[in-house]
């Protein structure tokens, strides 16, 4: 069984700087990916970054980018450059051999003018 | 407006109900998923479906709850005999191949509410 554990309810940053959030999973799975989703209130979820276990290099997009440490089953999101557009429910969330999500219980980012 | 579309957006029902959703998917798409999203928390699978075959169903999906898509197309979510437990948003997915490198792309949700 997948599990994704988000430890962090609530964070907040400046307009402009820069913010991390934490993800720790938990899988038996060789092969699976990693996904970070955003949620904007009264909106759909989006795909914000993906990053596939085997590969070593870190997954970036424009002012999103990941940490993964897959020995400490550790995967973390840092947004730069953090703009109002930004402030949404972050979840993490993990795919095994099974193609359903498994997500994390979410962070509710706040971007502060 | 190509995307993920379902409806309808908000459903309040009275228990001991039943109700029905649509999904209908990104055009060509053929994998549908279902999730539920209760307050607080993240999405749980419930189903998916490669076009008309239901591939997998969670634990979650009690015998109260059926999902079809008969023809590979729009799919719908049925909850008979509603329990004020069931009050969350039903999110549906579809992305356009097999396999877990294609990215989820979700619909906006149906908010149900059991009275």
């Known amino acids: 069984a997948q599990t994704v554990t988000q430890s962090q309810p609530e964070m907040s940053v400046q307009e402009a700087e820069t913010v991390t959030l934490s993800c720790t999973y938990d899988?038996?799975?060789?092969?699976?990916?990693l996904f970070w989703y955003k949620q904007p209130p009264s909106r759909q979820m989006i795909l914000v970054i993906r990053?596939?276990?085997?590969?070593?290099q870190n997954a970036t997009e424009n002012r999103f980018s990941v940490n993964f440490q897959k020995a400490a089953k550790s995967f973390s999101l840092k947004i730069s450059d953090s703009q109002l557009g930004d402030a949404a429910m972050y979840f993490c969330?993990?795919?095994?051999?099974?193609?359903?999500?498994?997500f994390g219980k979410g962070t509710k980012l706040t971007v502060n003018p | 407006d190509t995307g993920v579309s379902q409806n309808p957006r908000h459903k309040i029902t009275k228990r001991g109900q039943n109700v029905t959703f649509r999904c209908d998917p990104i055009?060509?798409?053929?994998?549908l998923y279902w999730y539920r999203q209760t307050l607080g928390q993240g999405p749980e699978f419930l189903t998916y479906?490669?076009?008309?075959?239901?591939?997998?169903k969670s634990r979650l999906l009690s015998d109260r709850f059926s999902a079809e898509r008969p023809k590979g197309s729009f799919s719908t979510l049925e909850i008979q005999r509603t329990e004020q437990g069931d009050s969350a948003m039903y999110l549906c997915?579809?992305?356009?191949?097999?396999?877990?490198?294609?990215?989820?792309?979700f619909g906006p949700g149906t908010r149900l509410t059991v009275t």
């Open positions: 997915a579809s992305s356009p191949y097999a396999g877990t490198r294609y990215e989820q792309y």
């Open positions: 899988t038996s799975e060789s092969d699976y990916y």
């Open positions: 990053q596939e276990a085997y590969k070593q």
């Open positions: 969330a993990s795919q095994g051999g099974s193609e359903k999500l498994v």
């Open positions: 055009s060509e798409h053929n994998r």
């Open positions: 479906f490669q076009n008309e075959a239901q591939l997998e």
